[in-house]
């Protein structure tokens, strides 16, 4: 689907925003970039979290949550260069194409 690759630039901008403001994990960031409008199912999006962490945008710890282990992710310095710079990016798109 063409939607996926296209807004997949889109989603990583939300995921570090959120990421930005508290520690996140994957079924709340589901459930908010479904709010968003973004459906997005758990195999399109574990990969992405993966990949930001990767590379270096994100780090993760381990917690146990009602017996389960949940991944919490945050920010990273180098995560939160690139949130600011897609905002620049953004700001810039935005006057063009919504004038
Ligand atoms: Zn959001």
């Known amino acids: 689907m063409i939607d996926?690759?296209?807004?997949?630039?889109?989603?990583?901008?939300?995921?570090?925003?959120?990421?930005?403001?508290?520690?996140?994990?994957?079924?709340?960031?589901?459930?908010?970039?479904?709010?968003?409008?973004?459906?997005?199912s758990p195999g399109t999006l574990y990969p992405t979290l993966h990949l930001l962490e990767k590379q270096s945008c994100l780090k993760s710890r381990r917690e146990t949550v009602n017996g389960k282990v949940r991944k919490y992710y945050s920010i990273t310095p180098e995560g939160l260069e690139i949130l600011e710079k897609s905002k620049i990016k953004?700001?810039?798109l935005v006057e063009e194409v919504l004038e």
């Open 4 to 40: 996926k690759d296209f807004f997949l630039g889109f989603i990583k901008v939300h995921i570090l925003y959120h990421a930005s403001k508290e520690e996140i994990y994957g079924v709340e960031i589901l459930d908010e970039l479904r709010r968003h409008g973004y459906s997005l």
């Open 90 to 92: 953004i700001r810039e």
